[in-house]
């Protein structure tokens, strides 16, 4: 079962296990029913300087099936991804954005249905207030170190990053901590008592750090 067949609390939980931060927090979908998997492309955004910058040239250089990162140090006043961006992206085949920050045009990547995780939403564009200083580089979202190919995951419930070189790992203790959950609901479903479902399920152990 690889990533994308997964959802992000069972890969929380396989990050929990396996002593993993990649839980980036507070990071939400405009939609519930928003779903991205893809590697990452890194972008950084610092405050303009004096020669004023641009917010979103690189989008040309996004290779398809990857998720935008962008690092905009969770600034609330001022927006790195609107309409052109979503409509460019829509149109090279990329997975979807996520934005530590926030993002702006929200109506048109609905309409589009185009996957796009941010802080929130605002009307306040970013040109002359964030420039695109870095695109391939580590990054952040919130307190989660992102590398250019890490794997992202978000859902309703938000987003995950895996490290590259985790990824096989952290699959199949994902797997295995979701066919533990199915055995368990299963046996609820059947008439079990919760509590005993989860004692022979060794749910209690399923996100202990090992």
């Excluded at 997964?6 to 990649?22: P, Q």
């Excluded at 990162?69 to 996520?98: E, K, N, Y």
Aim: glycine share 12%; proline share 4%.
């Amino acid at each position: 079962m690889g990533l994308t067949a997964l959802d992000t609390a069972t890969v929380s939980d396989a990050l929990d296990r396996l002593g993993l931060a990649g839980q980036a927090l507070g990071v939400r979908p405009l939609d519930p029913a928003m779903r991205v998997s893809g590697p990452a492309f890194t972008v950084a955004m610092l405050p303009v300087g004096a020669d004023g910058g641009t917010v979103g040239d690189y989008i040309d250089e996004v290779p398809e099936g990857a998720v935008v990162v962008i690092d905009a140090r969770g600034r609330s006043d001022a927006t790195v991804w609107g309409d052109l961006l979503t409509t460019a992206a829509r149109r090279r085949g990329v997975a979807g954005t996520v934005v530590d920050g926030v993002c702006r045009d929200s109506a048109r990547s609905r309409e589009l249905g185009y996957p796009l995780f941010a802080r929130g939403t605002a009307m306040r564009t970013g040109k002359a207030r964030l420039q695109m200083v870095a695109t391939r580089v580590p990054v952040a979202l919130g307190r989660i170190l992102v590398r250019p190919g890490d794997w992202i995951l978000g859902d309703a419930d938000g987003v995950v990053v895996v490290p590259a070189d985790r990824r096989s790992r952290v699959e199949t203790v994902a797997a295995r901590i979701a066919a533990a959950e199915d055995r368990i609901r299963r046996a609820v479903e059947n008439g079990e008592r919760l509590v005993d479902a989860r004692r022979s399920g060794g749910y209690h152990d399923l996100q202990s750090a090992r």
